[in-house]
């Protein structure tokens, strides 16, 4: 049983980890760039209002990069608070022109004193946290980048619910494959592997309900409620099919479900 469930998933990881896969997902739109800090706001952006149909995921991303005049990185250093104007109609889901500000207020700040989001992550005082010194999951690196967030004088209390942590046992999907995105690397032109201090290993399975009901159905979880405990569940059972990248099989999972096989 073992082998034939890493033989389908490792097939639906060949199959599904090409460039054909980035046109109609969310990581299509950092794709559109080649700078390190477009790359990090866009995906960073795209990852977090990733729910819902992706064709309209993929509209509401492509609509904010025209509001910023195509250049994100310029636009969130260098405008102008007129400029801000043009954000008090938009709106995705339930993120709306209040955490839109101050999504831009807070890349404003940040990179005034970064180079790159990493730093938000995996604060450079921490050193090196690499998984041979005991650091075997990403669920640190989402409390800091969370409690980096929110530190913020202007930082509105509804803006939380879009940025989520392992302290309140959400499976934390959208954050799981924003690391995905900007720390897996390999050959195949999908993930950027643009991050260097957390390594792949350390990555957290991004779980949502499809890929939990495709990973029951494999008998790869037994908890059956969607939380980070079910994520980390997940990805410790994937680290016996691959432990120096477990997250490759998001596409499995991910792709198995799209296709209706599960």
């Not at 831009?104 to 730093?119: G, I, N, S």
Request: net charge negative.
């Amino acid at each position: 049983m073992y082998d034939q469930v890493k033989e389908l998933l490792d097939k639906k990881v060949e199959q599904y980890n090409r460039r054909s896969f980035i046109e109609k997902d969310p990581i299509s739109i950092p794709h559109r760039f080649n700078r390190q800090q477009d790359i990090e706001i866009m995906g960073f952006w795209a990852a977090v209002l990733a729910w819902g149909q992706r064709p309209v995921i993929l509209k509401k991303a492509n609509d904010l990069i025209e509001r910023m005049d195509g250049a994100p990185y310029d636009f969130v250093l260098n405008h102008q608070e007129t400029d801000l104007k043009r954000f008090l109609d938009f709106k995705h889901r339930t993120f709306n022109a209040t955490d839109t500000l101050y999504f831009l207020h807070f890349f404003h700040t940040y990179y005034q004193q970064h180079e790159t989001l990493e730093d938000a992550f995996v604060p450079t005082e921490w050193g090196a946290y690499a998984p041979e010194n005991g650091l075997n999951s990403a669920g640190p690196f989402l409390e800091a980048f969370h409690n980096r967030f929110c530190d913020d004088p202007f930082f509105p209390d509804r803006t939380r619910k879009h940025v989520a942590t392992p302290s309140r046992n959400s499976s934390c999907k959208r954050l799981n494959m924003f690391l995905r995105w900007m720390v897996r690397r390999d050959d195949q032109g999908v993930d950027f592997g643009i991050w260097t201090r957390i390594k792949p290993e350390q990555l957290v399975i991004p779980i949502d309900v499809h890929v939990g009901r495709v990973a029951r159905k494999l008998a790869l979880l037994t908890r059956s409620q969607t939380d980070w405990t079910a994520a980390l569940e997940l990805t410790q059972t994937l680290k016996q099919f691959d432990p120096v990248d477990p997250v490759k099989y998001d596409f499995a999972l991910f792709g198995l479900g799209v296709e209706g096989e599960m």
